[in-house]
């Protein structure tokens, strides 16, 4: 028996998904988004998704933060240094004033104690937030103003912060302390730094 070198095969169903980094959010969907909680007086979610821009944590750093990771005394301080889960090394990052306000909001109303968890949850097997639970959350942030879920996460927000100052400064290194990354390889994997750019700061960096 012949066989056609063109034989055609069986129809199957393709499932397309998508693959790659998540997508970092522009200016417009961040205020999009803090408009959307503050109207809806969701104190915990605004400062979640404050602290998250802020931050720039992983998701099983951002969950684990406590009141007393960003206090001295009784002053809530603007730079905070924490020891990440992942790699066992301490990264810092800036609390802004809007990410304050929101944070403070947040504390009062919830009567939160020095040693509490900031983003407690509210299921009670778990003394805060579980990064699957901050997932759900994300997805609920992003769906609302009607972007595609698919393309957004977690990780959008870790990257937000870290894309627009590299935007605005095309300073890998300072990208690469505050994101807690050991190698600068993988800021720029991380970043999806075009090739260009990272032809134009291989060049600037005398070894």
């Known amino acids: 028996m012949k066989y056609s070198l063109f034989k055609k095969s069986k129809s199957r169903k393709v499932h397309h998904h998508i693959v790659g980094q998540k997508l970092p959010l522009k200016f417009d969907q961040i205020w999009a988004i803090r408009v959307r909680l503050e109207l809806q007086h969701k104190l915990r979610d605004l400062s979640l998704f404050n602290m998250a821009i802020d931050s ?21 301080v603007s730079r905070v240094q924490v020891i990440q889960k992942k790699t066992g090394k301490p990264v810092q990052f800036e609390i802004t004033k809007k990410t304050k306000v929101a944070i403070q909001n947040w504390i009062d109303f919830a009567d939160l104690s020095f040693d509490d968890y900031l983003f407690k949850s509210r299921q009670s097997n778990s003394n805060h937030l579980s990064t699957r639970q901050y997932a759900r959350i994300v997805d609920q942030w992003v769906t609302s103003i009607g972007l595609d879920k698919a393309l957004y996460g977690t990780h959008s927000l870790r990257r937000t912060k870290a894309s627009i100052i590299y935007r605005e400064s095309k300073n890998i290194r300072a990208v690469q302390i505050l994101l807690g990354h050991t190698k600068i390889e993988s800021t720029v994997r991380y970043l999806g730094v075009e090739v260009d750019d990272a032809l134009e700061l291989a060049e600037r960096i005398d070894i």
């Open 56 to 76: 720039m944590l992983r998701s099983c750093d951002l969950v684990r933060l406590t009141v007393r990771d960003i206090y001295r005394g009784d002053e809530l």
